[in-house]
């Protein structure tokens, strides 16, 4: 069996050790391999799950295809760490080898109860006609890392007035009762959430839709997260078929939330303000959260899309998450800020400031494929000014703030490989300010830009050539004072 016939439900241990090995070799000498990311040993990595701190490590799983970058049969991938930035690959935490996951282990997420890991997630199954039929299961990880699934899923049908699109699970305790938001479609083919209760986590009821002010807004909510901060509640969603609607919406699919007042549980709605997009970039979907022991509420996100393809598919894998961002709540919005562990990655250290006029710049040691860049502009009289990175001749990634249109732009028209050019090369954000900061961290086949201290942030795939290294600082019809520091990785 060659590994590029591989049909899509074949299981792992239908293929041949060497061919595996033969996989994660072209994998590993894929030159857009990441470097601080945590991204597959091979094939395809989607929605992170299961993120959880549980017996005194971080815990995150993920979706994998390990045959190759397709979506195929699902399994959960399990990963962790004691710090949030060193992660372990543990290996495979639950198989699609039972009735009620036998076409794969689908999304879903943790909870500790009675000394254990509860780990919700929804099994795919398909009958002959390949027709979908989910199941909401169960599967329990004691402190020495062994996980066991249950006999039988816990929830096995889908309520009326839904479609097969029933999946996703975000669990939480609150009293004594457990709840879960779940993703669904309605048989109108319009995206909801829908709420689901148990007294024990075995026996769920389906309690109804969780009624929004989000009214015909896409055909399916993928991945739902709901969780209260400081006062007030917040809903994730990843919801799918939203239309373009001046510069948000770009991308295939989108990734945001609603913030308002807690889900009142009883009633089942929430009443909250409007949807907001999480990230302004090309490649961020199905974000997960969890709350540390510290009370802070972290959240990683895939860094890709479904149905679109990425350079690196040709070597074997595809798909990285993203660094862990502490959420927090400024201004009646949610604001991301990487979190403060990261920072243990850096080595040399180097600075620069000065002037921009009508010109690109660059300096010596300002150059590399893996590190963290913090740039501050003040405002001065230039149009655009901003950070080419990644550059050569040929290439360059581009982030800029454009102080006529007061819009932070995002340009990888020239960023190397493309990838889904249909549907643009450009992401833009409103911003109105005097000081413009860049937080980027760069890895060897993305970006992730912090603006203004997660005001906004442009998350993003980019597959630059190898010696595409240069960074540039640049303003044009102007002038533009700027400092920059920059870490090696």
């Not at 299961?137 to 096995?156: H, P, Q, R, Y």
């Not at 807690?262 to 303000?273: C, F, N, P």
């Amino acid at each position: 069996m060659k590994l590029q016939k591989v049909k899509k439900y074949t299981r792992i241990e239908e293929v041949s050790q060497q061919e595996i090995e033969l996989l994660v070799s072209r994998v590993n000498n894929c030159s857009w391999r990441q470097t601080f990311h945590i991204q597959p040993v091979s094939g395809l990595l989607n929605d992170p799950n299961g993120f959880c701190f549980y017996a005194g490590e971080y815990h995150l799983f993920y979706q994998w295809h390990p045959l190759g970058p397709f979506h195929g049969l699902k399994y959960w991938y399990h990963t962790k760490s004691k710090d949030l930035v060193n992660w372990e690959n543990v290996g495979i935490a639950i198989e699609p080898n039972s009735y009620f996951d036998s076409h794969g282990v689908y999304s879903g997420s943790a909870i500790e109860h009675d000394g254990k890991l509860y780990l919700f997630y929804t099994g795919n199954t398909r009958d002959e006609k390949l027709d979908r039929h989910p199941h909401q299961c169960i599967a329990v990880m004691d402190k020495e890392g062994t996980i066991l699934k249950l006999n039988e899923s816990v929830f096995d049908h889908v309520p009326e007035g839904y479609t097969e699109h029933f999946r996703d699970p975000k669990v939480w305790k609150e009293g004594e009762q457990f709840y879960a938001v779940i993703g669904a479609q309605t048989t109108d083919q319009t995206g909801c959430v829908g709420l689901l209760s148990s007294p024990d986590l075995f026996e769920w009821k389906f309690e109804g839709e969780v009624q929004t002010q989000l009214d015909d807004f896409g055909f399916m909510w993928e991945c739902p997260d709901y969780f209260v901060l400081g006062d007030q509640g917040v809903l994730i969603l990843s919801p799918q078929g939203v239309q373009p609607e001046g510069d948000r919406y770009q991308n295939i699919y989108q990734a945001g939330y609603v913030l308002g007042e807690e889900i009142d549980l009883q009633k089942k709605e929430m009443t909250h303000g409007n949807f907001e997009e999480l990230d302004r970039g090309f490649d961020f979907y199905a974000p997960q959260t969890m709350e540390d022991p510290n009370g802070r509420r972290i959240l990683v996100g895939w860094m890709g899309l479904p149905e679109v393809e990425y350079p690196s598919d040709v070597n074997g894998w595809a798909h990285c998450l993203t660094v862990p961002r502490e959420l927090t709540v400024r201004h009646g919005k949610l604001r991301q800020t990487p979190i403060p562990e990261l920072e243990s990655l850096r080595k040399s250290k180097t600075e620069v400031s000065g002037s921009i006029t009508n010109e690109v710049k660059t300096y010596d040691e300002f150059s590399g494929a893996a590190y963290e860049l913090v740039c501050d502009f003040e405002r001065g009289d230039a149009a655009i000014y901003g950070v080419e990175f990644r550059a050569s001749g040929e290439e360059k990634t581009v982030i800029q703030y454009d102080a006529t249109q007061k819009k932070v732009i995002l340009d990888r028209t020239l960023s190397g490989e493309e990838v889904a050019i249909a549907y643009g090369t450009e992401r833009k954000y409103q911003l109105d300010g005097e000081k413009i900061k860049f937080h980027l961290f760069v890895d060897s086949s993305s970006v992730e830009i912090f603006v203004n201290d997660g005001e906004a942030v442009f998350t993003s795939r980019i597959f630059p050539s190898a010696e595409s290294k240069e960074i540039r600082f640049f303003a044009t019809d102007g002038s533009v004072n700027f400092k920059a520091v920059k870490w090696d990785y």
